[in-house]
């Protein structure tokens, strides 16, 4: 008689797996903990997927068909103008944004009743960008965002396309040249015509590591650039830290075991040029003189630009904060998203309930004392958030104007009353899938009439010719 071997292989194949499996897990516990192979490699795959998580959100989606990154659901159909109650006095006839309309990111100048008076966009003769320049991650142009605008007298621009590029254009929309660096977040002029910005770079050798990485990581760097495109400096941020021994900002996690387990330690997002007329509320800071501002680690500070030492520095009360700003009274006013992850999770939706920490809030603090001046908070029946990005501009007038990114809006405050007397909603109403959708915007700023004239020529020239204004916009509707 033949034996059943049938059992026996089957015993066989259970054990050689269960064997297989208690090996695995061996070693993966131990390359854990001696940070050995293979846990580079799958550190370095899940970074990038959640980098192209945090890039593409709804890219490829099949139920995200036609749909963009940078559509927001929302459930007001308003579009334009939808609040205006400036008196003759308000700060700014005319506003720069960078917004999401139709099928791609532009820069736009508006009047206060939302009639477009000029437009940039990003030019097809560009350069391949649909690659990032640092992760090679591929989108397209629906999915690319201007993160960062720069606007000169003479309607040249220098636009950050994010993580792709920098642009400088001209009032047609030319390009004139084009950095192809993971630039990214902000673009700012200096007195000499020159520009600052922010890059980065992935430090993936371990013997280049700082102290108590675990991972390769996100080294942000400050770009200087010259009017004619040429780099002038670039420098990291972390070295920085480091020369002026201010590294505990860094390291949180376990109070016995710090560590920096993430590869974005810093995520550099606004970079200023101190004025000689901001610099004299901070003690120990000079005219020319550079603030950045760090999301990760809660942090804002300013440093010589030739020495790199640290004049000003602060931690909190804002949380994941964004875009700080040097008042007219000297107050350092600051863009406190207090981000939670709410708005994420089948694409991004503006979120009208407050979250883990409360909604967003701009404050005012003083740069001496620290505390806080002035305090603008959503509200159940007035709801302001934004997990990411956000940004706010001071008028001629100290009311504050507010970019609420992920609510596709922005809107004037009153900063006397806190009322909110001017609104502009960028609703995306171009077709039924598109309904209860708003397009991101990421930057809002005044625009002087007096030293911006370019468009106004181009204007007056249309008006003598009988021709509209603005041909392609829709009426604003107030409310």
Known sequence: MFRNTKPQFAYFIVSTAFLLFLTAFAWGFLAGKAKIFPHDF????INSGLALKD?????GAPAARNRSANEIMAPASRGGVTINELSSSYGSKYILMTLFKETEFRAEIIDREGRIV???????????????ADTGISLSKKNWMIHGACPRENGDIYIVIEYRGLLKLNKNSDPIWTIRLPVHHAVTADSDGSVWTLSRKKVKNRADWIPLATQPYWDDQVLHVSPDGEILEQFSILDIIFQNQYEGVLYGGHPGEPAINHDDPLHANDIDIMTKEQAVYFPGVHEGDIMVSMRTINTVFIFDRKTHDIRWCMTGPFHRQHDPEI?????LLVFDNRTAYGQRGGGV??????????YSRILEIDPVSRQILFQYQGEKNRPFYTSIQGKLAELPNRNILVVETEGGRVFEIDKTTKKIVW???????????????????????????HRF??????LKKRRNRGENE??????????
């Open 55 to 59: 890039l593409v959100i709804l890219e």
């Open 470 to 479: 603005n041909p392609s916009d829709k009426p604003s509707q107030l409310r």
């Open 423 to 449: 609104e502009f909603i960028n609703s995306i109403d171009s077709g039924p899938r598109r309904e209860g959708y708003v397009g991101r915007i990421t930057q809002a700023i005044p625009i002087p009439e």
């Open 453 to 458: 004239s370019f468009f106004e020529s181009d």
């Open 42 to 45: 799958i550190g370095e795959m």
């Open 327 to 331: 008042s007219r009274d000297g107050g």
């Open 118 to 132: 000029h437009t940039w966009r990003i030019p097809d003769t560009q350069p391949d960008m649909s690659k990032a």
């Open 349 to 358: 939706r503006y979120l009208t309930e407050p979250q883990a920490l409360g």
